[in-house]
């Protein structure tokens, strides 16, 4: 049982840049695929970005050239570093981890694992 925690999140101004990061209890990225994902009040939650155990990525449209996804092998971490951050990024941010390592998906059902979420608020 992978247990995640998130944390970094935060409010900020349009433009800002928040760093989140998700520790793992256990060595996950050789073999698990991992991801972002992010729910607003009232909305679906959405895939921000992901990443397979072999480094491959995929982004999101809306926050392509802004967000970056990175881990730490060394700390069982994961990170998502967001700049030029907008209104509509307010969100509650989860991270999300699957035992399917060969592909990661923006979709939630790919997904056994996740974290209990941490707030980004983007003020205008």
């Known amino acids: 049982q992978v247990q995640l925690v998130e944390s970094g999140g935060g409010s900020v101004q349009s433009g800002g840049s928040l760093r989140l990061s998700c520790a793992a209890s256990e060595y996950t990225y050789s073999s698990h695929s991992m991801g972002w994902f992010r729910q607003a009040p009232g909305k679906e939650r959405e895939g921000v970005v992901c990443i397979d155990s072999d480094g491959d990525t995929v982004y999101a449209d809306s926050v392509k050239g802004r967000f970056t996804i990175s881990q730490d092998n060394a700390k069982n971490t994961l990170y998502l570093q967001m700049n030029s951050l907008k209104p509509e990024d307010t969100a509650m941010y989860y991270c999300?981890?699957?035992?399917?390592?060969?592909?990661?998906?923006?979709?939630?059902?790919?997904?056994?694992?996740w974290g209990q979420g941490t707030q980004v608020t983007v003020s205008s």
């Open positions: 999300a981890a699957s035992p399917i390592g060969r592909w990661c998906l923006l979709a939630a059902a790919h997904y056994n694992y």
